[in-house]
């Protein structure tokens, strides 16, 4: 299936085990890529693109959010309704 907002092929092409890779337009126009659908247990949830980095010494690696929201019911309002979206689609 072709995106929409970005012309690159996404769902379900992405498909991996219990992971889906999509992007997501809010009503801003913003796109969102990389967002990834996770399914484990029965539970869902959505989660938002990350770079993944080494920290100094190279000892661990660690991740950071590319998209942040300013508050924590913003950020679960916005899963929500990016997961209610893919379940109308047949998609989660």
């Not at 100094?56 to 309002?77: D, L, Q």
């Amino acid at each position: 299936m072709i995106c929409p907002w970005c012309n690159r092929v996404n769902l379900p092409i992405h498909l991996l085990k219990r992971h889906i890779k999509f992007c997501t337009k809010s009503p801003s126009g913003m796109v969102v890529q990389k967002c990834l659908l996770h399914a484990k247990d029965g539970k869902r949830w959505i989660r938002l693109p990350f770079e993944k980095y080494t920290k100094p010494g190279g000892v661990a690696t660690t991740y950071t959010a590319i998209v942040e929201f300013s508050s924590k019911h913003i950020a679960t309002n916005f899963r929500r309704q990016v997961l209610h979206a893919l379940e109308a689609e047949g998609l989660a």
